[in-house]
């Protein structure tokens, strides 16, 4: 018998049966991926803040953390230290990356117009975009990454939640905690808050524009390390090609809770956390890529200053 036209390609339908435990499940898959996108975003707040650089390659080096994370957990032997000792090697690896990316690449067009240097400097990490994607794929292959720390889950009242949620809620606090206490405590935070502010004066009082940029891209490019340790520390699988997904989603972070803004990028990166997986269980896990553009587009309509105001 065939089909009737209407009934051709119908969508799935929505998933109207409300779960309390599944409700609380999600609540805590979506804190945790939002965490993890407040570091990335973080990152890149700092980077456009202070160095006045719009990094489009920055998923990209999310990504290529986690393929370097994944090489060295399975050469250490797949167990819980391996991966910690990750963390020692990719950190100060990518913050050197960072640096030198600033230095080779971005200085060189650092004295253009501010228009000018945006427009540069988007065609530049576009293109590192691309070459790192090529990179990736060359040398690490095109099938998904993803690994296995082995570690029980947590049992509370009926809800089974994965050790590494719990263990990724302290790594997220420590990171941003250690990011506000470096730019209130240290001379070279407070020259970064003063070239955000305003990179004329900083620049009369002394303050080393190039060297304080140059230290900013190292710092947001060892947090887009940090939080691609952490994406594939709680078993999320990584391609070569996954990079401008994550730069699009931290953009939208940036916006939604604020640019520059510490506490914005924590807002922003739990509202989408949160907004993809919900979206995922009760409506389809087709519409969570779409949930970033769609938060994107409100919140520029709505409210183009972030949610979180000065």
Same mark, same amino acid.
């Given at each position: 018998?065939?089909?009737?036209? $209407?009934?051709?390609? /119908?969508?799935?339908?929505?998933?109207?049966?409300? $779960?309390?435990?599944?409700?609380?499940?999600s609540?805590?898959?979506?804190?945790? !991926?939002?965490?993890?996108?407040?570091?990335?975003?973080?990152?890149?707040?700092?980077?456009? +803040?202070?160095?006045?650089? !719009?990094?489009?390659?920055?998923?990209?080096?999310?990504?290529?953390?986690?393929? *370097?994370?994944?090489?060295?957990? $399975?050469?250490?032997?797949s167990?819980?230290?391996?991966?910690?000792?990750?963390?020692?090697?990719?950190?100060?690896? @990518?913050?050197?990356?960072?640096?030198l990316?600033? !230095?080779?690449?971005?200085?060189?067009? $650092?004295?253009?117009?501010?228009?000018? %240097? /945006?427009?540069?400097?988007?065609?530049?990490?576009?293109?590192? +975009?691309?070459?790192l994607?090529?990179?990736?794929?060359?040398?690490f292959?095109?099938?998904?990454?993803?690994?296995?720390?082995?570690?029980?889950?947590?049992?509370?009242?009926?809800?089974?939640?994965?050790? @590494?949620?719990?263990?990724?809620?302290?790594?997220?606090?420590?990171?941003?905690?250690?990011i506000?206490?470096?730019?209130?405590?240290?001379?070279?935070?407070r020259?970064?808050?003063?070239? *955000?502010?305003?990179?004329?004066?900083?620049?009369?009082?002394?303050?080393?524009? *190039?060297? #304080?940029?140059?230290?900013? @891209?190292?710092?947001?490019?060892?947090?887009?390390?940090?939080?691609?340790?952490?994406? %594939?520390?709680?078993?999320?699988?990584?391609?070569?090609?996954?990079?401008?997904?994550?730069?699009?989603?931290? /953009?939208?972070? %940036?916006?939604?809770?604020?640019?520059?803004?510490?506490?914005?990028?924590? #807002?922003?990166?739990?509202? /989408?956390? %949160?907004?993809?997986?919900?979206?995922?269980?009760?409506? +389809?896990?087709?519409?969570?890529?779409?949930?970033?553009?769609?938060l994107l587009?409100?919140?520029?309509?709505?409210?183009?200053?972030?949610?979180?105001?000065?």
């Amino acid at each position: 018998m065939a089909e009737k036209p $209407s009934e051709r390609h /119908l969508p799935p339908p929505l998933n109207l049966m409300f $779960s309390p435990l599944l409700f609380v499940e999600s609540l805590i898959d979506g804190l945790v !991926l939002g965490g993890i996108y407040a570091v990335i975003a973080l990152g890149l707040s700092l980077i456009y +803040s202070v160095a006045g650089v !719009l990094n489009i390659s920055h998923g990209d080096w999310v990504m290529l953390s986690g393929m *370097t994370a994944f090489v060295l957990f $399975s050469s250490l032997g797949s167990q819980p230290l391996g991966y910690l000792q990750s963390y020692l090697v990719v950190a100060p690896l @990518f913050f050197a990356t960072g640096l030198l990316f600033y !230095l080779g690449l971005i200085k060189p067009v $650092s004295k253009r117009p501010k228009q000018e %240097l /945006l427009i540069s400097c988007i065609l530049i990490t576009l293109g590192v +975009s691309f070459v790192l994607q090529d990179i990736a794929a060359t040398s690490f292959g095109t099938l998904p990454k993803s690994i296995y720390l082995g570690l029980n889950p947590i049992t509370f009242v009926g809800i089974s939640i994965p050790f @590494f949620r719990f263990a990724t809620f302290i790594l997220v606090v420590a990171a941003t905690l250690s990011i506000w206490l470096f730019l209130k405590r240290t001379m070279t935070g407070r020259a970064m808050r003063a070239i *955000t502010y305003n990179v004329e004066v900083a620049s009369f009082l002394g303050i080393p524009i *190039t060297r #304080v940029a140059a230290i900013t @891209f190292g710092l947001g490019t060892m947090l887009a390390a940090v939080g691609g340790l952490i994406y %594939l520390g709680n078993g999320f699988p990584i391609t070569p090609f996954i990079g401008i997904s994550i730069t699009v989603k931290a /953009l939208t972070v %940036l916006v939604v809770g604020g640019a520059g803004k510490l506490i914005g990028s924590l #807002v922003g990166g739990l509202v /989408l956390g %949160l907004s993809e997986t919900l979206t995922g269980v009760f409506i +389809s896990y087709y519409w969570s890529p779409a949930i970033a553009i769609v938060l994107l587009l409100v919140v520029l309509m709505v409210r183009p200053t972030g949610l979180v105001s000065e």
